[in-house]
């Protein structure tokens, strides 16, 4: 056993004198004293190199060879030595990297790893079979869960194994404002249209306390594929036509409402994050998003919203205020100029989309192939063009 033969520096010391030796030297002995008293050739700083380890009353796990503790160093000697195998690599600890250690933890890791995608394959199934479609009937289809559907079948093309891809693959954002988007998704899946497909890339979807959660953008999807595809060319076809379910007439307005909502706050969120201005979930902002929409088009509310962000930013140049003074501020900036046109009958002019928030798939299916009205959705007021358009919201 290599480590059991002594150095030469203290070959020449008794099975009784070595014992001293450590003694003294666990004792708080000084290192000089000790090379001087027991004639050992090396310097105070190597003397620990030279010290045999104790042997322990055990069997490496890994090759059976005896177990071996380093003697702790003089400068620590509260701090125990190193437990390691005579023979082979094998250390007594959490960070052994020995060839044994690190194929049984990359065994555990293989095992772990099946074990959790199994747990997901499982809550994901069980989640199919709990909202598993009752009908693929267009005539018992909510506009808004239409709408979303054929949005989310135009940003997920199926792929050649027969899975909708993620949303994250998609050159169009599927919906403005990442929790509306959320939202649709959770309305698709609730509806038995669309489900989580197991087959998602690692690290898309987890399962931790009895909870399913998921990477909406990155997450592969599936459902019913045959029915999802006539449903789709169903919807497609009543659009061209305008052979609306009766219903649909009535809920145009509370999708478009929903999307209008979505930009604004989507824009909101946008201009205070570029001017640094810190903004939580707040309810007075879409209060107050609600209200100005009753009479503004999305375009003109990008108007009010840049004003408030902007006199924000101008005031926390000027004064220095806390964070939530300023939260506050940019929803009060908003509203009193909302207000100040509406008193005084103030033109107010639309702003064009700005280039790092595009358009989305939803607002596209909306207005270009159900409503047929284009960005009118975008430049004019929920009430007005649903009065002034024949061919637009309510009027197939």
Known sequence: MKKQIPHPAIAHLSKTETETLISD??????????????KI???PHQLLRVLPPRILGRSCPVCGSVMIQDLPSRYNLT?????????CSHKDNNQCHCPSCTERFYRWMKEDRA??????????IAERRQHACSSYSIEELPLSTAVAFLAFSKCCRIDEDGFYGSLDESEVPFAPNGSYGVSLLTSLRKAGLISISE?????????????LTFDPQRVYWTGNMEENLRLVEEIESRALTQNWPEHWQRQ???IWYEIAMAECTEYYDYCAKKRSIRIRGDEAITAMLGNILRDYSVAQCYNIIWYGATNTSDLLCREKKSEAYAAKYM??????????CREKDLPLTAFKRDLQLPRSMISYVLFELI???GERGFTEAIRCASKNDSSGAGSP
């Open 25 to 38: 030297y666990l004792a708080g002995g000084k290192a000089s004293g000790l090379i001087e008293r027991f």
């Open 41 to 43: 050739k090396c310097t």
């Open 79 to 87: 701090l125990p030595g190193l437990v390691h195998c005579s023979s």
């Open 115 to 124: 074990k959790r995608e199994a747990e997901i394959a499982q809550a994901v």
């Open 199 to 211: 087959h998602s890339s690692p690290g898309t979807v987890f399962y931790e306390d009895s909870r």
């Open 252 to 254: 145009t307005d509370a």
């Open 331 to 340: 929803v009060s900036a908003c509203q009193r100029r909302a207000n100040r």
């Open 371 to 373: 409503l047929k009205i």
